[in-house]
């Protein structure tokens, strides 16, 4: 997931990393969501749309408004 996150805070302007970080680092602590749910984290620029297996969250789509 470091990769990943890496990969996608690399197409997203400089200002958008920390809320970007601030939402991932969020939908790790979902408690509710399992698979084959498909949930989604917003921010006021940025979101994220994610499912859960067990422990792993997989992040499926990021992206923020320009």
Do not use: S
Request: with cysteine; net charge negative; aromatic share 6%.
């Amino acid at each position: 997931m470091i990769q990943r996150a890496a990969d996608v805070l690399c197409d997203v302007p400089d200002e958008m990393h920390a809320e970007i970080i601030t939402l991932i680092d969020a939908v790790t602590h979902d408690a509710l969501t399992r698979a084959p749910d498909l949930a989604a984290a917003f921010g006021e620029w940025c979101w994220l749309v994610y499912t859960v297996h067990g422990d792993v969250v997989e992040v499926l789509d990021v992206g923020c408004a320009r």
